[in-house]
């Protein structure tokens, strides 16, 4: 009996991923289908327009496998979802659907506020009327504000956002922490930094650099080019996350939250010369101050994150660019 129940809950999981036609959740799931542990994954997204749908419908085309269902549901239409977490019953809710952007925040913040508040509220609490046993869900770095101190730990200062995306997530940590609390559920916040990889996000800045490179059009560089980053390969990123999703850790807490981040700072202006090295093209470069919401720098300590997994995150930003550079050719062009 015991045994069967061990086996069930080792080999049969149901997995919810939420977002599964955006970047993150689209390597996420494209992981999970290939995983014995995990009998049906289903995957939910509004498909909205922020960026290009074509690419989230691309990348939804390389998830067919008998294992993976989609169905195009928005976080906050809470009655589809109740339906569908009643069908269910998941073990595991991974929660990306998100409106994702620092910039576009300032001004359309309503959206932020209805999918990353709104959404996240139906998600997180269907998770406890249904006894989901983890539930993940996507923070970021932007939460930390503008860090004086670096590497960036999770325990440094979360209480100055510089922007209302961030605001939202900040929000979304808040709420998962009174839930794990009230009602005992298991919440893990995962704080992206500056995720990139192939199938990447079109607004952020390595696509738009090699698109603009190789079409010979001008790169906007902002804050005059002082800006650093923690720019984390999507393979880590995904490998420490399933680590995560399987570890069962004697005695850990409920309310958990960790940095999930190369541990490497690159210049704004280091990142777009070995653009134009790999690219083998100068690009043009217009020079602008520093936009409202951004922060200086992300540079953060992943040691929390690694001590759990003891995966190492160790894709350098060399050999991750030329991996995504060789899908946005293939891709793109
Ligand atoms: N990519 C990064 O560097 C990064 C960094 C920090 C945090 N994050 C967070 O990680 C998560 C995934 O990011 P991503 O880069 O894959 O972004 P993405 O925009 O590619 O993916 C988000 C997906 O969620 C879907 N979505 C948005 N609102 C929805 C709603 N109301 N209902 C259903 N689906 C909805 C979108 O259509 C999209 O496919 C987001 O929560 C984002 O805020 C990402």
């Not at 390595?206 to 650093?228: A, C, D, M, P, Q």
């Not at 070995?274 to 602008?288: Q, W």
């Not at 994150?305 to 060399?318: D, E, G, H, W």
């Amino acid at each position: 009996m015991l045994y069967n129940g061990l086996i069930r809950v080792l080999y049969y999981m149901k997995i919810l991923v939420t977002g599964c036609a955006g970047f993150i959740g689209y390597h996420l799931c494209n992981n999970l289908i290939n995983n014995k542990k995990i009998k049906t994954l289903i995957g939910i997204d509004n498909l909205n327009n922020y960026y290009d749908i074509n690419l989230k419908k691309d990348r939804l085309k390389l998830l067919s496998n008998s294992k993976f269902i989609f169905k195009k549901i928005d976080i906050c239409n809470e009655l589809s979802l109740t339906n569908l977490f009643s069908k269910y019953k998941f073990d595991i809710v991974i929660n990306l659907a998100a409106q994702a952007g620092v910039r576009t925040s300032i001004t359309n913040p309503e959206i932020y506020y209805s999918s990353n508040i709104d959404g996240f509220f139906n998600i997180l609490n269907l998770s406890r009327k249904y006894k989901v046993k983890k539930f993940f869900y996507a923070s970021t770095s932007s939460i930390y504000g503008d860090a004086s101190k670096f590497p960036i730990k999770e325990s440094f200062d979360t209480n100055k956002p510089l922007s209302f995306y961030a605001a939202t997530k900040k929000t979304n940590e808040i709420m998962a922490y009174s839930y794990s609390e009230i009602y005992k559920i298991k919440t893990i916040a995962l704080r992206f930094f500056t995720v990139y990889g192939p199938y990447g996000r079109p607004d952020m800045a390595i696509y738009k650099f090699t698109k603009n490179i190789l079409s010979n059009r001008v790169l906007e560089v902002y804050n005059n080019g002082k800006h650093s980053r923690d720019f984390t390969y999507i393979d880590d990123v995904i490998n420490n996350v399933v680590k995560l999703i399987f570890k069962n850790k004697k005695n850990s807490k409920l309310f958990e939250y960790y940095n999930v981040a190369s541990g490497k700072k690159i210049g704004l202006m280091q990142l777009i010369k070995l653009l134009e090295k790999k690219l083998n093209k100068k690009a043009k470069l217009k020079y602008l101050k520093k936009q409202k919401g951004d922060v200086f720098s992300t540079h953060a300590s992943n040691n929390k994150l690694i001590r759990i997994t003891n995966n190492k995150v160790s894709t350098n930003i060399s050999f991750g660019l030329d991996k995504y550079i060789k899908w946005f050719k293939n891709y793109e062009q």
